[in-house]
């Protein structure tokens, strides 16, 4: 709604920190519950279903990359919906989404393995984003596809290689399950809040965090 609100108030500026500040809470969210699940997927199936294969492992992590860079469109959607440029918007968009499938199928046809269609969907999806950026630069022309490289995918890539790597590293070193199941899914969050908090926030964003808590110690 603020976004929206905005948008409609021409408040440019605003907007396109705003729009900054949601893709970093959405990305951080997404990466904090998704590289757990990832780190401890073999257990957690092993768990649920007790029977499956190798490949089912595989299969679940790579759906869970897909899901976060597919929850990425959304700030950018909202924007386009506010500006009222849904038509070419949503049909450039999902066309290029729409490659997935005649991708896949022409993959098979070479016999490439099973994972190969979720290898084009996550490929597809995140052209699809660059597509979507575009779309945005070009109905908003105030908006900055550098400032947001700066500001969030700059950030976001090294906060995500030092989370997966630093998981990865207490996944290791600990051999019983269940302990290593628990650590994992405290560890990583709170190692990425930090992480997130010193590195990936501006000093509105972290504003806005105060502000929060302030307001939370005040209740």
Not at 115 to 133: D, E, G, K, P, W
Request: glycine share 2%.
């Amino acid at each position: 709604p603020a976004m929206i609100r905005s948008y409609a108030s021409n408040d440019r500026e605003y907007l396109q920190q705003l729009f900054n500040t949601s893709n970093k809470f959405l990305f951080f969210i997404l990466i904090a519950i998704g590289v757990p699940l990832i780190s401890e997927m073999y257990d957690i199936l092993n768990i649920w279903l007790g029977d499956f294969s190798e490949e089912m492992v595989l299969f679940s992590r790579m759906i869970i990359v897909y899901v976060i860079i597919l929850a990425m469109h959304n700030p950018i959607t909202i924007i386009m919906h506010a500006s009222g440029k849904v038509k070419y918007y949503h049909l450039i968009s999902e066309s290029v989404m729409m490659v997935c499938f005649p991708l896949s199928w022409i993959l098979f046809l070479f016999n490439m393995p099973s994972y190969t269609v979720l290898v084009s969907m996550i490929s597809v999806s995140a052209i699809a984003h660059v597509v979507r950026m575009f779309c945005l630069k070009h109905y908003h022309q105030d908006f900055s596809i550098y400032r947001y490289i700066l500001s969030f995918v700059i950030p976001s890539v090294v906060i995500t290689i030092l989370t997966c790597g630093l998981t990865y590293l207490v996944h290791e070193s600990i051999d019983n399950p269940l302990p290593r199941f628990v650590v994992v899914f405290i560890f990583c969050p709170v190692l990425l809040s930090v992480l997130m908090y010193c590195l990936g926030l501006s000093s509105f964003e972290k504003a806005i965090i105060k502000k929060v808590v302030h307001h939370i110690i005040k209740k």
